[in-house]
């Protein structure tokens, strides 16, 4: 798709613009509106992985229509004023890349594996995976295809008694528009690794043990649970399967922004259902 837009953009300049002064500061100016459209564009529809490779293959392309149209100057200016634009825009993108790694790295952690239908019995404590934290129909949403199957927990409630916790100010990502029947933390991206493999899943449930470990999940103190296998992360399943995680050991883990998380069945479902009291 993205490369049609840019083909008919491209035939768009050389139809319209005058053959002789491409550059002038006018048609420099709708030059720049078209490629920033794209642009934003290519940022709706795209992860940032894929942005930066569609910048790769536009640039490449325009290098081949510049080798065709060698003799033309006129085509040639243009072609090199588009590549411009387009390894400025690279350059944004590959600044991007690297915030994506902005979250403290929780290294050498001890996980288990959890179930959404695990029903209350001796070996979780008799705690019911039918109900989320935040989620009273966690069970019957994951039923229905539209729960992320690759999903996480981790200590810490940012709700108390169903009223918001003062601590969550310090969230990192914390903003003051967040609406009140909204959580601050449900839903985010975590980045797991193990076995030298990498996995993605959603925050979607509070566990092990604590509810408000604070200092562990957000900065770098020490996690508080000494209980239950002193996991202190617990993964889903599918995502346990991916890193070929079979048992209780350790994983390094970081929060990640969505658009840094690279398209995979971690995203064929991803949740957004937020709170639901039940």
């Known amino acids: 798709m993205f490369k049609k837009i840019f083909i008919l953009i491209i035939i768009f300049i050389m139809n319209f613009f005058p053959t002789s002064s491409y550059l002038e500061k006018e048609n420099k100016d709708k030059i720049d509106k078209l490629t920033k459209d794209l642009f934003l564009k290519i940022e709706k529809d795209y992860s940032i992985f894929q942005q930066k490779d569609i910048l790769i293959k536009l640039n490449k392309k325009i290098s081949y229509l510049k080798i065709k149209n060698k003799s033309n100057l006129s085509k040639l200016e243009l072609f090199n004023y588009l590549q411009i634009i387009i390894k400025q825009e690279l350059n944004k993108k590959n600044l991007a890349l690297k915030n994506c790694n902005n979250y403290h790295i929780h290294n050498d952690i001890s996980a ?19 109900k989320s934290a935040w989620d009273g129909d966690w ?31 310090n969230i990192p990502w914390y903003n003051n528009n967040i609406k009140d029947n909204e959580s601050v933390v449900k839903n985010r991206w975590i980045k797991v690794e193990y076995n030298w493999k990498i996995a993605y899943g959603q925050w979607e449930d509070v566990w092990p043990f604590y509810e408000d470990d604070f200092d562990y999940v957000f900065w770098t103190k020490k996690p508080k649970n000494t209980y239950i296998l002193k996991a202190w992360i617990d993964l889903s399943p599918k995502l346990a399967d991916y890193v070929w995680f079979k048992g209780s050991w350790n994983v390094n883990w970081s929060f990640i922004e969505e658009n840094c998380v690279p398209d995979w069945k971690w995203k064929n479902i991803i949740t957004k259902n937020n709170i639901n009291w039940k």
Do not use: C, G, Q
């Open 139 to 169: 069970y019957k949403n994951f039923k229905n295809w539209t729960e992320n199957h690759f999903y996480i927990a981790l200590p810490y409630n940012d709700f108390e008694n169903w009223k918001r916790k003062n601590d969550v100010k």
């Open 112 to 130: 288990s594996i959890f179930w959404v239908w695990e029903w209350a019995n001796d070996s979780n404590w008799y705690i019911s995976n039918m």
